[in-house]
Protein backbone atom coordinates (compact mmCIF):
# COMPACT_ATOMS: atom_id res chain seq x y z
CA UNK A 1 0.00 0.00 0.00
CA UNK A 2 2.84 2.09 0.93
CA UNK A 3 4.65 2.10 -2.38
CA UNK A 4 0.93 2.45 -4.30
CA UNK A 5 0.48 5.79 -2.46
CA UNK A 6 4.00 6.81 -3.22
CA UNK A 7 3.32 9.04 -6.32
CA UNK A 8 0.44 11.27 -4.47
CA UNK A 9 0.14 14.12 -3.05
CA UNK A 10 -1.86 15.62 0.20
CA UNK A 11 -3.89 18.47 -0.23
CA UNK A 12 -1.96 20.94 1.90
CA UNK A 13 1.24 19.09 0.54
CA UNK A 14 0.80 19.94 -3.08
CA UNK A 15 -0.71 23.63 -1.95
CA UNK A 16 2.77 24.04 0.20
CA UNK A 17 4.45 23.10 -3.04
CA UNK A 18 2.68 25.37 -5.16
CA UNK A 19 3.63 28.40 -3.06
CA UNK A 20 7.14 27.14 -2.74
CA UNK A 21 7.45 26.80 -6.33
CA UNK A 22 5.40 30.00 -7.84
CA UNK A 23 5.13 32.13 -4.63
CA UNK A 24 3.71 34.81 -6.96
CA UNK A 25 1.32 32.66 -8.56
CA UNK A 26 -2.16 33.03 -8.79
CA UNK A 27 -5.50 30.24 -8.84
CA UNK A 28 -9.02 30.26 -9.88
CA UNK A 29 -12.01 28.41 -9.57
CA UNK A 30 -15.20 28.81 -11.57
CA UNK A 31 -18.58 26.96 -11.77
CA UNK A 32 -19.00 26.31 -15.41
CA UNK A 33 -22.43 24.28 -14.97
CA UNK A 34 -24.04 23.49 -11.91
CA UNK A 35 -27.75 21.93 -12.17
CA UNK A 36 -29.56 21.28 -8.75
CA UNK A 37 -32.08 19.57 -10.39
CA UNK A 38 -29.92 16.42 -12.28
CA UNK A 39 -27.07 17.06 -9.34
CA UNK A 40 -24.06 17.73 -10.96
CA UNK A 41 -21.40 20.55 -11.28
CA UNK A 42 -19.01 21.40 -13.39
CA UNK A 43 -16.13 23.45 -12.43
CA UNK A 44 -12.98 25.03 -14.36
CA UNK A 45 -9.68 25.82 -12.74
CA UNK A 46 -7.28 28.11 -14.00
CA UNK A 47 -3.05 28.69 -12.58
CA UNK A 48 -0.88 31.58 -13.16
CA UNK A 49 2.57 31.01 -12.58
CA UNK A 50 3.53 34.80 -11.79
CA UNK A 51 1.83 38.07 -12.01
CA UNK A 52 2.87 39.18 -15.69
CA UNK A 53 1.27 35.81 -17.30
CA UNK A 54 -1.92 37.48 -19.51
CA UNK A 55 -2.54 33.83 -20.22
CA UNK A 56 -3.43 31.17 -17.44
CA UNK A 57 -0.18 28.43 -17.48
CA UNK A 58 -2.25 25.49 -17.23
CA UNK A 59 -6.09 25.05 -17.08
CA UNK A 60 -8.15 22.20 -15.63
CA UNK A 61 -11.72 20.71 -14.55
CA UNK A 62 -13.41 18.51 -11.88
CA UNK A 63 -17.16 16.95 -12.61
CA UNK A 64 -19.07 16.23 -9.36
CA UNK A 65 -22.26 14.01 -9.70
CA UNK A 66 -24.27 13.95 -6.41
CA UNK A 67 -25.56 10.63 -7.08
CA UNK A 68 -22.06 8.79 -7.18
CA UNK A 69 -21.11 10.71 -3.89
CA UNK A 70 -21.29 8.32 -0.14
CA UNK A 71 -24.16 9.69 1.64
CA UNK A 72 -21.59 11.23 4.31
CA UNK A 73 -20.29 13.44 1.30
CA UNK A 74 -23.12 14.29 -0.71
CA UNK A 75 -23.01 17.90 1.46
CA UNK A 76 -19.89 18.95 0.15
CA UNK A 77 -20.56 18.26 -3.43
CA UNK A 78 -19.45 21.76 -4.45
CA UNK A 79 -16.72 22.27 -2.11
CA UNK A 80 -14.92 18.76 -2.82
CA UNK A 81 -15.23 19.02 -6.99
CA UNK A 82 -13.66 23.07 -6.58
CA UNK A 83 -10.41 21.54 -4.21
CA UNK A 84 -10.42 18.58 -6.71
CA UNK A 85 -10.25 21.06 -9.77
CA UNK A 86 -7.73 23.33 -8.15
CA UNK A 87 -5.43 20.39 -7.39
CA UNK A 88 -5.79 18.80 -10.91
CA UNK A 89 -4.55 22.13 -12.18
CA UNK A 90 -1.63 22.62 -9.76
CA UNK A 91 -0.40 18.95 -10.56
CA UNK A 92 -0.49 20.02 -14.47
CA UNK A 93 1.33 22.93 -14.08
CA UNK A 94 3.97 21.61 -11.72
CA UNK A 95 4.00 18.07 -12.93
CA UNK A 96 5.99 15.30 -10.78
CA UNK A 97 3.25 13.64 -9.22
CA UNK A 98 -0.21 11.60 -10.02
CA UNK A 99 -3.38 14.63 -10.22
CA UNK A 100 -5.20 12.43 -7.80
CA UNK A 101 -4.70 13.43 -4.34
CA UNK A 102 -3.49 10.93 -1.43
CA UNK A 103 -6.92 12.14 0.36
CA UNK A 104 -8.75 10.46 -2.85
CA UNK A 105 -6.26 6.94 -3.38
CA UNK A 106 -6.16 6.20 0.37
CA UNK A 107 -9.96 4.63 0.27
CA UNK A 108 -8.36 2.53 -2.39
CA UNK A 109 -7.82 -0.60 -0.42
CA UNK A 110 -5.82 -2.27 -3.10
CA UNK A 111 -3.81 -0.80 -6.46
CA UNK A 112 -5.94 0.12 -9.56
CA UNK A 113 -3.88 -2.86 -11.43
CA UNK A 114 -5.02 -5.30 -9.00
CA UNK A 115 -8.36 -4.95 -9.93
CA UNK A 116 -10.28 -6.14 -12.99
CA UNK A 117 -13.26 -4.40 -13.61
CA UNK A 118 -14.38 -6.39 -16.40
CA UNK A 119 -14.42 -10.06 -14.16
CA UNK A 120 -15.93 -8.03 -11.49
CA UNK A 121 -20.17 -8.93 -10.92
CA UNK A 122 -22.30 -4.79 -10.51
CA UNK A 123 -25.14 -6.42 -9.76
CA UNK A 124 -26.43 -7.01 -13.29
CA UNK A 125 -23.60 -5.23 -15.37
CA UNK A 126 -22.55 -8.47 -17.32
CA UNK A 127 -17.99 -9.57 -16.61
CA UNK A 128 -15.84 -10.25 -19.28
CA UNK A 129 -12.09 -11.07 -18.88
CA UNK A 130 -10.70 -8.58 -21.22
CA UNK A 131 -11.50 -5.27 -22.50
CA UNK A 132 -11.27 -6.96 -26.01
CA UNK A 133 -13.39 -9.28 -25.13
CA UNK A 134 -15.85 -7.34 -23.86
CA UNK A 135 -15.86 -4.97 -27.42
CA UNK A 136 -15.82 -8.61 -29.43
CA UNK A 137 -19.12 -8.92 -27.17
CA UNK A 138 -20.76 -5.79 -28.53
CA UNK A 139 -20.14 -4.17 -25.20
CA UNK A 140 -18.30 -1.16 -25.42
CA UNK A 141 -16.00 -0.73 -23.02
CA UNK A 142 -14.17 2.24 -20.46
CA UNK A 143 -12.95 4.83 -23.35
CA UNK A 144 -15.97 3.54 -26.07
CA UNK A 145 -16.98 6.46 -28.22
CA UNK A 146 -20.57 5.17 -27.12
CA UNK A 147 -20.30 7.02 -23.85
CA UNK A 148 -20.61 10.23 -22.56
CA UNK A 149 -18.14 13.06 -22.98
CA UNK A 150 -17.51 13.98 -19.26
CA UNK A 151 -16.40 11.29 -16.92
CA UNK A 152 -17.14 11.44 -13.89
CA UNK A 153 -15.23 11.02 -10.55
CA UNK A 154 -16.48 9.53 -7.00
CA UNK A 155 -14.81 8.96 -4.01
CA UNK A 156 -12.40 6.43 -5.11
CA UNK A 157 -11.64 7.91 -8.37
CA UNK A 158 -12.60 8.14 -11.85
CA UNK A 159 -15.40 6.21 -12.55
CA UNK A 160 -15.88 2.96 -15.18
CA UNK A 161 -18.41 2.95 -17.66
CA UNK A 162 -20.26 0.18 -18.88
CA UNK A 163 -24.02 -0.13 -20.81
CA UNK A 164 -26.34 -2.68 -22.54
CA UNK A 165 -26.19 -4.78 -25.50
CA UNK A 166 -27.48 -3.60 -28.37
CA UNK A 167 -30.08 -6.16 -28.61
CA UNK A 168 -31.15 -5.80 -24.81
CA UNK A 169 -34.70 -5.93 -23.59
CA UNK A 170 -33.96 -2.72 -21.72
CA UNK A 171 -31.23 -0.36 -22.24
CA UNK A 172 -29.22 0.25 -19.29
CA UNK A 173 -25.92 2.20 -18.88
CA UNK A 174 -23.95 4.09 -16.00
CA UNK A 175 -20.52 4.55 -14.34
CA UNK A 176 -19.73 2.36 -12.08
CA UNK A 177 -17.01 2.95 -8.74
CA UNK A 178 -13.89 1.24 -8.79
CA UNK A 179 -14.01 0.17 -5.45
CA UNK A 180 -13.30 -3.86 -5.05
CA UNK A 181 -14.98 -4.20 -2.01
CA UNK A 182 -19.02 -4.02 -2.35
CA UNK A 183 -20.09 -2.44 0.82
CA UNK A 184 -17.93 0.21 -0.06
CA UNK A 185 -18.40 0.95 -3.29
CA UNK A 186 -20.03 4.23 -4.49
CA UNK A 187 -23.68 4.23 -5.92
CA UNK A 188 -23.70 4.01 -9.84
CA UNK A 189 -24.27 6.90 -11.48
CA UNK A 190 -27.42 5.64 -13.75
CA UNK A 191 -28.09 6.88 -17.63
CA UNK A 192 -30.61 6.79 -19.92
CA UNK A 193 -31.10 6.58 -23.47
CA UNK A 194 -32.64 9.74 -25.20
CA UNK A 195 -32.90 10.72 -28.60
CA UNK A 196 -30.08 13.07 -27.90
CA UNK A 197 -28.04 10.09 -26.82
CA UNK A 198 -27.24 9.05 -22.99
CA UNK A 199 -28.46 11.19 -20.45
CA UNK A 200 -27.79 11.36 -16.57
CA UNK A 201 -31.05 9.52 -14.96
CA UNK A 202 -32.73 12.44 -13.17
Same mark, same amino acid.
Given at each position: !?????? =???????????????????????????????????? %?????? @?? &??? !? $????? $???? =????????? !?? @????? $????????? %? !??? %?? =????????? %?????????? $??????????????????? #?????? #?????????????? #? *??????????????????????? *? =????? #???????????????? &????
Amino acid at each position: !MAAFMD =GYEGNKERTDRWIATFPQGRLEAHIIEFNAEKGYVL %VQAKAW @RN &QTE !M $DPAGI $DYAY =GYLAAYPDK !MK @RWMVE $DSCTSALMR %V !MAL %VM =GNTEKATKE %VMAAIKTPAG $DYNYWTTKHGDVPSYATAA #EAEESG #EPSYGSSEQTSVVP #E *CFHGVMRWNESKPDAIKAWGGYF *C =GEKVK #EKQCKPAWYVMTSNGW &QPQV
